[in-house]
Each structure stands twice: as structure tokens, then as C-alpha cells.
């Protein structure tokens, strides 16, 4: 198995690359999200302006006579940007897992910087499926953080220079199970601002934000039910791919290390996140907790 150190090389300037955008990015739909409020003052301002005036004689409508079109705010203009630039973010990510695996000739998934390459690629893209609505839109800015957090400690922390995998990993194994694993912890992420972000609608309801920061931050989420549907849908795609990854985690082992189950730290923290989700699940379920815990 040899090693194409310039493919490599292209893969860690995507890799990079992915991170500054995803930067900028968030810096735009950060803007986006403080300069609502001032559209919002403005639109308000103007329509006093409107009503205390006197209205201007009307004119008659004639040939060549065109309707003013009113433009879109500078929040609407930002939040457009910062979307488009999470798309790149996107391209970028899957170029970079893509490029590292052609340069070693191998699945990408080997070590922990490859894993949670894989696992903030998911996120961003199934944000860009779950999160197209106009309702969900504002939630970037919040999904991005995390995954802004990992990529730098991948970066950094967990970087592991493009080799190949042991021989105890070079398994028709690797592919399957880590591709799931990865795919549903991204899967999680979303589900877990979605929850957050819920828990804070419910301390800070509609129209009771109040003036501190909080519930300034509250003012532009969407109500209670809609973060806990967006929750729960997530949820319960993410959870039968996660525990289809431990399963398949388990059978790998015993063929590899003839146990099915060893309590190391990553199959012990696998565990405990599947029965974490599924209690919530369960108590999603009960009509008790349904959109108030």
C-alpha cells in the first residue's frame, strides 16, 4: 500500500480550507442573527411613518409606471451568504475525506482526526436537509459552533498524518462500521442542539423573552413544538444507524479479537450515548414529557 503524499497534502489544505470558510460563515450568520432585531426596528419605525403621515395623492397607474419592489433586509442578504458559504463548507469536507482515502488507498475512517472529519461532514449535511425550512434557518448559527469546536480539535488535538491503518483494521469492517457510527454521531449533533435549543424555548416561552440575554438569544428560536419535533425526527434517524453501528462494532471484534465486547473507553462512551437516546426516546413517547421536558 503505498502513499500519495501530494493527494494527502490536497487533502489537508481542504480540510483547512473547510475550516476557514466555515469560520467566515459563521461570522456572517452571526450578523445575521443580531441585525433581525434592527430590521425589525426599522419595519416598525416605518410603518408609523406610514400611518401618521398623510397619504399622498394617488396616481393613476399609466404606461410605463413600475411598482416599487421592496429589497431584501441586510439580515435576509446575510443569512443567504452565510447559507451559500455552508454549502462550500459541505464540498470542501467531502473533498478532503475523499482525497485522504485516495492518497492511502483505503476506507478514511483509520483514526480519530479521519472520524471526526467524517462525523462534522454528516452534520453539516444533514443540516443542510433537515434545516432547509425558513423556520430552521436561524438554527446554523448554533449548529455551527460545535461543529466549528471539533474541527479545530481535529485539526490540532487529534491530527494523524495520512499512513495506513494497522493490520488488526484492515477489515471489510472498517467501512461499514465506522461509516455508520460517524454518520449517525453527526446525525446526533444535530439532535442535540435541536434539544438544547428546545430546553431554552421552554425556560424563555414566546413573547416571555424578557430583556436579559437569554431570552434575547430565545427571540429569534422557533416555538417549544417545533424544536421538539425537529428534535425527535433527528432522533429517531440517528438512533437505529448508531445502535447498528455498536452491533456491527461488536461482530467486527469477535471476529478480529475473538470477544465481542472488551468495555474499552470507545465501545463503554458508544453505549452509554445509545442508552442515553434511547430513554429519551422512551420518555419522547410518554405523553407526559411530550413538549415539556
Known sequence: ?????????????????????LVLALVLLVAEYASHRADLVAARER???????????SEPAGPGRVAEVQGR?????????GRALVVVVAALQVTSIVLRGLSTERFPLGNMYEFVAMACAAAVLFGLVVLRKPAYRIMWVYLLVPVLILMFLAATVLYADAAPVVPALQSFWL??????ISVGSGIFLVSGVASLLFLLRIRFPKGEEGRGVFGRIAERLPDAQTL?????RTTIIGFPLFGAGIILGAIWAEAAWGRFWGWDPKETVSFITWVIYAAYLHARATSGWRNTR
Open 73 to 81: 433586509t441586510l439580515s435576509e442578504r446575510l443569512g443567504n451568504m
Open 228 to 232: 421538539d419535533r425537529l428534535a425527535y
Open 175 to 180: 467501512p461499514i462500521h465506522v461509516t455508520i
Open 47 to 57: 410603518k408609523l411613518v406610514a400611518v401618521g403621515a398623510a397619504e399622498p395623492p
Open 1 to 21: 500500500m503505498t502513499l500519495n503524499e501530494t493527494l494527502a497534502q490536497y487533502s489537508d489544505w481542504a480540510f483547512e480550507s473547510a475550516f476557514a470558510v
